[in-house]
């Protein structure tokens, strides 16, 4: 079985962690594939990493415009863009993200690790009505149930930015595990988890990342959304899952329903051990 991390790496810094432990697990990827906004300069990113871990992993990038963006990360005035890729022009990524992954469900059946929003994954099934089949499972970090009860003052990001491919991707009967921010915004790593993470990272990216984003942010700990969508898929039991039906609004919400047109099995809980994963 083989892996396709889908990410928007480059902002938050949980995803270049997920990617880490992806490495650190040895998954066997196919691929990691950028989506949604800048994606060439995250395919950078994710190339010098993968490169610096000695890792001869393909980067494909997606489009950057989705079908509905909403541009949360750009309303919170957050940049998107490393200075640290000057000079890194020849990097080997490549275009094509959505031939690539449809091109790999037709050799093998794949898994699926998506950690931004859903905008390639969603063209994927909008151009060939049995990718879904095809793909063995989607393990997808996004959405939030309760956005008050959490105090998070704005959308969740990954379903919040494009809605639309959200709602394709969660009705097109694929075996999708979700990851919810009501779970995920709960899973916080400090000082001396985060100190450990930089001191092994050979590319310094992580260092960098956590520092914009924890300076921007005025915070110490992190949120590990992204790591433990990763974590899900590597250790099987290590989330609890229920079935579960509802439909999603234009903020990236999901609404309870039982008679809702999307569906999965969504985390409602998780094992202590995932924190001696990272």
Not at 120 to 133: G, L, V, Y
């Amino acid at each position: 079985m083989s892996y396709i991390l889908d990410t928007d790496i480059g902002v938050d810094p949980d995803d270049i962690i997920a990617l880490d432990l992806c490495l650190r697990n040895n998954l066997p990827l196919l691929a990691v594939t950028t989506c949604f906004r800048n994606t060439l300069t995250k395919a950078k990113i994710a190339k010098i990493f993968l490169n610096s871990h000695r890792h001869q992993v393909p980067v494909h990038y997606g489009k950057n415009s989705p079908r509905a963006g909403l541009d949360w990360t750009l309303k919170l005035g957050f940049p998107e863009t490393l200075g640290e890729l000057d000079g890194n022009e020849t990097l080997e990524v490549y275009p094509g993200a959505t031939d690539f992954i449809l091109n790999a469900s037709k050799k093998e059946k794949i898994t699926l690790l998506c950690i931004g929003p859903l905008t390639t994954i969603a063209e994927c099934i909008r151009q060939d009505k049995n990718f879904a089949s095809r793909v063995k499972a989607a393990y997808i970090m996004g959405g939030v149930f309760d956005r008050k009860a959490l105090g998070m003052p704005w959308p969740e990001n990954n379903f919040g930015s494009d809605p639309d491919a959200a709602r394709t991707v969660l009705g097109a009967k694929m075996k999708s595990y979700l990851l919810p921010a009501d779970i995920t915004w709960k899973v916080l790593i400090g000082p001396d988890k985060i100190k450990a993470i930089i001191e092994r990272d050979k590319s310094k990216l992580i260092s960098i990342e956590i520092n914009r984003w924890r300076e921007f942010h005025k915070i110490k700990m992190l949120k590990m959304h992204d790591p433990l969508t990763v974590a899900a898929a590597i250790d099987p039991g290590l989330c609890h899952f229920e079935y579960q039906r509802f439909d999603l609004n234009d903020t990236g919400e999901i609404i309870l329903k039982a008679d809702g047109k999307l569906e999965a099995e969504v985390c409602t809980g998780f094992e202590k051990r995932f924190f001696e994963m990272l």
